[in-house]
Structure formats: structure tokens, C-alpha cells
């Protein structure tokens, strides 16, 4: 299921676009703050965040510059000032889309499902907690710094990413990463997995809290 965050002062606002998007399956985080907005990225895994401008607290340009300081999460505005200059200064502060108010319900959805069917067709980009696994690319980056792996480390990292909430045996790890002729013994897999975790810890990123071993049995990454 999709989750998407919706950043809104007015609460009206938040409890119609989960009205909307609710019935279509996607999970809504709503929040009435930019800096509650903020915390909510750090400790989810967020798929989309739809952004109102006008907020109080901190206004949505400033929201989506923070943003993209730590995150490619895809972001689409929300406003209801419509002079082209507010458009392209959230499209150049890294928006990837921007709707109007009042706007209609079948045009949110299609925008909506616009934007997260071009991040589908991204598999080779993987974005978790402000995690990027970037597999054409052979890069990890956390908040836009580089963590630099191994080739084991990172397909064993793309592993964990791509089937989140699975648990692995190292004997299916060794299947999926060596191959099935593979004289790679267990105690490899073990090995991989605890250069990973320290990379990752001494980047900042908290693996301890997603990276879980599953004793007796193997590994797996959690949501």
C-alpha cells in the first residue's frame, strides 16, 4: 500500500483528500505543520507528500526545499494562489507537480497516480528514510551523502529493499547473490550483512531500527 503524506493547516482540507484517497488503498499521514511535516519523512516511509503553500508555521516552498535536502520523495503542491511565478518557483525548489484550489477530485487522483507510476517505473532508484539505492548508478546515499559499499554490500542492501518485510535465509541470500553453483559458505552472508550495518550506522542512517536479524533463520529489512 502507498502512503501518502498530506501537509495542510486547515483540517478540512486534510480529512477531504483522505476522503478522496483513502477508497483508492493508499494509507494518508496527515499533518498541520511543516516541521511535524519534517519529522514525519524522517520516521516513515513516505511514497508522496501532497503540499499546501500557505501554512503558518513554515510555507510550503521552505517545506519543499527542506525536503529535498534530505529526500526524492515525489512532492505535488497544493495552493490556492495561481500566478505562474508561485508555480515555477515550487517546480524549481523541486516539486514534481502542482494543483490549484479548488481542484476536482478525478483530476487529484490522475495527477496522483501520474506522479507515483513514473516513481514505478524507477525500480533501478530505490528511496527509503532518505536512503537512495541507486542501481544504474552503483551509489548509496543518505540525506545526499555518499555511502560507499562493496558490490556484495549493495546487492545485498537492493536485496533487503526490494522485498521489504521478508525474511531471508542466508542459504536464499547466497541463491539470490552468488547463484546456485556458489561455494559461498553462511558465515559470508553474516559477514556482508555486519560490514553493511556499520557502514550504514556511521553514516547516520538508523539501520538498527529496519536491518532486523531473524535468529536461528536469517535477515530481513522492515518498514
Known amino acids: 500500500m502507498r502512503t501518502i503524506l498530506l501537509v495542510d493547516d486547515e483540517k478540512r482540507m486534510l480529512d477531504l483528500l483522505e476522503l478522496y484517497?483513502?477508497?483508492?488503498?493508499?494509507?494518508?499521514?496527515?499533518?498541520?505543520?511543516?516541521?511535524?511535516?519534517?519529522?514525519?519523512?524522517e520516521s516513515n516511509n513516505i511514497d508522496l507528500v501532497l503540499l499546501d503553500i500557505m501554512m503558518p508555521d513554515m510555507d510550503g516552498f521552505e517545506i519543499c526545499r527542506r525536503l529535498r535536502e534530505i529526500?526524492?520523495?515525489?512532492?505535488?503542491?497544493?495552493?490556492?494562489?495561481?500566478?505562474?511565478?508561485?508555480?515555477?518557483?515550487?517546480?524549481?525548489?523541486?516539486?514534481?507537480?502542482?494543483?490549484?484550489?479548488?481542484?476536482?477530485?478525478?483530476e487529484l487522483l490522475a495527477r496522483v497516480n501520474a506522479v507515483l507510476r513514473r516513481l514505478s517505473n524507477k525500480d533501478d532508484k530505490i528511496e527509503f528514510n532518505g536512503l537512495l539505492w541507486d542501481e544504474v548508478a552503483f551509489k548509496v546515499l543518505y540525506r545526499n551523502n555518499s555511502i560507499h559499499l562493496t558490490p556484495k554490500e549493495f546487492a545485498v542492501l537492493g536485496l533487503f529493499l526490494k522485498n521489504p518485510s521478508r525474511v531471508f535465509s542466508r542459504e536464499q541470500m547466497i541463491l539470490s547473490l552468488w547463484g546456485y553453483h556458489s561455494d559461498t559458505d553462511e558465515r559470508t552472508i553474516d559477514s556482508h550483512v555486519k560490514n553493511l550495518r556499520e557502514k550504514l550506522r556511521k553514516a547516520g542512517f538508523p539501520v538498527d531500527q529496519f536491518l532486523h536479524t531473524v535468529w536461528g533463520i536469517g535477515y530481513k529489512w522492515v518498514e
Not at 80 to 103: C, E, H, S, W
Open 21 to 41: 484517497l483513502s477508497p483508492r488503498g493508499y494509507r494518508c499521514i496527515k499533518c498541520e505543520s511543516g516541521l511535524s511535516a519534517l519529522d514525519t519523512v
Open 71 to 106: 529526500s526524492e520523495i515525489p512532492i505535488i503542491m497544493l495552493t490556492a494562489r495561481d500566478q505562474i511565478m508561485d508555480k515555477v518557483k515550487g517546480l524549481n525548489l523541486g516539486a514534481d507537480d502542482y494543483i490549484t484550489k479548488p481542484f476536482d477530485e478525478a
